[in-house]
């Protein structure tokens, strides 16, 4: 199984960016996916979660803002990022997990993960 990002670049703050990570080598539409960042310096943390049958979960610095999507016909997971801040600047990553868990938030919910893309906010 494999995932590949693609979508990060740099924005000013207040711009948007679509991130999109393509699941290969898997039934997708069985899949639990997620999105996770890492800043410099700090931990890796959860973002947001979309289940096989699409119920989504978000962390609380980016409700109302991120929006997590998939496409099971192309087999790719989407994030939509809106209102940019600064404080978002982070590799981005995507996890898939042969299920939902409640501890959604958790890397060790996740067995595959891609290699992320750098979203800079400016």
């Known amino acids: 199984v494999q995932l590949v990002e693609s979508g990060g670049g740099s924005v000013q703050v207040g711009g948007s960016l679509r991130l999109s990570c393509k699941m290969s080598?898997?039934?997708?539409?069985?899949?639990?996916m997620g999105w996770f960042r890492q800043a410099p310096g700090k931990e890796r943390e959860a973002v947001a979660t979309?289940?096989?049958?699409?119920?989504?979960t978000y962390a609380d610095p980016v409700k109302g803002r991120f929006t997590i999507s998939r496409d099971n016909a192309k087999n790719t997971v989407y994030l939509q990022m809106n209102s940019l801040k600064p404080e978002d600047t982070a590799m981005y990553s995507c996890?898939?997990?042969?299920?939902?868990?409640?501890?959604?938030?958790?890397?060790?919910?996740?067995?595959?993960w891609g290699q992320g893309t750098q979203v800079t906010v400016s």
């Open positions: 996890a898939a997990a042969f299920r939902y868990r409640e501890d959604w938030y958790n890397e060790g919910a996740y067995g595959v």
């Open positions: 080598g898997a039934t997708y539409m069985r899949w639990c």
């Open positions: 979309i289940s096989s049958p699409g119920h989504t």
